[in-house]
């Protein structure tokens, strides 16, 4: 079996090859042309790497790209419908701690949450997680900061979305699931991740380097104290709903 080699991995033991003394005299200028060489060689292969890895409706790089592209209706997204094995774990001993509760929410957007959790191949469950977090199922809240609606999109987000009214229930739903299909499809299916970015914007998570749950972790308090207590918050009610 081959084993594939990070071009990154590679670029650095080629550079730490060529920058071993070669002899006193033109030393530098060899040495610069050859790294400059391999530097340009790597670059296109990482750049190569890249664009395979974005050009995807599963993991798109940006917004427009996942709006070109979304998934196929029916598909779902690896690890959120149904939840993984991990997460079923994590959430089952709660539920059952908490099976007399009934979940917070409105039947009346059921079918809406269905049919757009569907569409865009995410659990209905986060949805309505979402939801009852961000606005406690009120079609008309809007936040000090602008955001509107059920799942509280900001009017360029909404915009982007092709949301004209943030307030009629059907266009929000359909648009913040939307939003959160891109983003649990751009992290690749790292749930807190996607739900951080939801909160703070993926701008500003990516920023900050975090990719992963494990990154989650590490960076957490880099994070506004809001977007932590948000992300758990969608946990909390997350295990209610499923």
């Known amino acids: 079996m081959t084993m594939a080699i990070d071009p990154r ?6 550079q730490l090859q060529w920058s071993q ?8 200028s060899g040495n610069d042309s050859v790294s400059s060489l391999f530097d340009t060689m790597l670059d296109q292969m990482m750049d190569s790497e890249k664009a395979a890895l974005t050009d995807s409706s ?3 790089a940006t917004l427009e790209g996942y709006l070109a592209a979304p998934p196929q209706k029916g598909t779902v997204l690896p690890g959120l419908a149904p939840l993984s094995v991990s997460l079923t774990e994590a959430v089952s001993t709660a539920a059952e701690m908490e099976n007399s509760r009934a979940p917070v929410g409105d039947s009346s957007y059921e079918q809406l949450i269905t049919m757009a959790a569907d569409k865009h ?10 939801i009852q977090t961000e606005s406690g199922f009120r079609p008309n809240a809007e936040s000090s900061a602008g955001a509107k609606g059920l799942m509280q999109l900001m009017d360029g987000t909404a915009r982007g979305l092709g949301v004209t ?3 009629d229930p059907a266009q929000n739903i359909e648009g913040g699931t939307k939003y959160l299909g891109y983003l649990l499809r751009k992290y690749d299916g790292h749930l807190q991740v996607a739900l951080a970015a939801y909160n703070a914007g993926p701008g500003r998570v990516d920023r900050l380097g975090i990719r992963t749950e494990a990154d989650l972790v590490a960076k957490r308090s880099t994070l506004p104290l809001e977007t932590q207590k948000y992300v758990d918050k969608v946990t909390d009610a997350l295990r209610m709903f499923s």
């Not at 191949?121 to 979402?130: I, Y």
């Open 165 to 167: 009214n943030s307030f």
């Open 9 to 14: 991995t590679m670029k650095t033991i080629l």
């Open 121 to 130: 191949g995410v659990d209905p469950s986060l949805v309505k997680a979402v």
């Open 58 to 60: 599963y993991r798109p």
């Open 21 to 28: 003394p070669i002899g006193l005299e033109g030393q530098s």
